[in-house]
């Protein structure tokens, strides 16, 4: 059965962490929409991947997903910044009713911000670990890691993996 998944995302996204998943998930028959800032406005990776932004943040409402994928580069950081707390309180609703979510490399700053990371087992790009204990969780450095429909990766290196314990959360 397609499952709808919410991709929240910024500029100075990692572009892989986006466009990997993304072709895996919508390979399989998922369909993947961009959530961002404001519906619309082009945003931009690192390495100069473009995407539109399909629904802005005030208009998204998460129960109309079944999943959340989060790319890493600096968009998780940037998206944090966001005065009100919108996107941590967007992926927020995912984590609370044990949906899937996906974060990859420096993704799971965004986790953070949903103060439920408290004894879940994460990883996440070296630079992230020490805020995720910070936040309660218990990092451990492997290519994934599926804690109770939490899935996180530390690096592009490890999307192999990532991508097919997104999917079979998905079956």
Not at 9 to 16: A, G, K, P
């Amino acid at each position: 059965m397609s499952k709808k998944v919410a991709a929240v995302v910024t500029d100075l996204f990692e572009d892989v962490e986006l466009t990997s998943p993304q072709k895996a998930l919508t390979d399989a028959g998922h369909e993947v929409v961009i959530i961002g800032e404001e519906k619309g406005k082009e945003i931009t990776g690192k390495k100069g991947e473009k995407v539109t932004v399909e629904v802005g943040i005030d208009e998204a409402n998460a129960a109309d997903y079944d999943a959340v994928l989060i790319p890493g580069g600096f968009s998780p950081d940037l998206l944090r910044g966001d005065e009100q707390g919108r996107f941590g309180e967007f992926v927020k609703h995912f984590v609370q009713n044990e949906k899937p979510s996906f974060a990859i490399c420096h993704g799971p700053q965004l986790l953070i911000d949903t103060d439920l990371l408290n004894g879940r087992t994460v990883t996440s790009f070296l630079s992230v670990r020490k805020d995720l204990q910070n936040a309660g969780a218990k990092v451990v450095d492997e290519s994934v890691v599926v804690d109770n429909g939490i899935v996180t990766s530390r690096t592009p290196d490890d999307l192999e993996d990532f991508n097919r314990e997104s999917l079979a959360l998905l079956q």
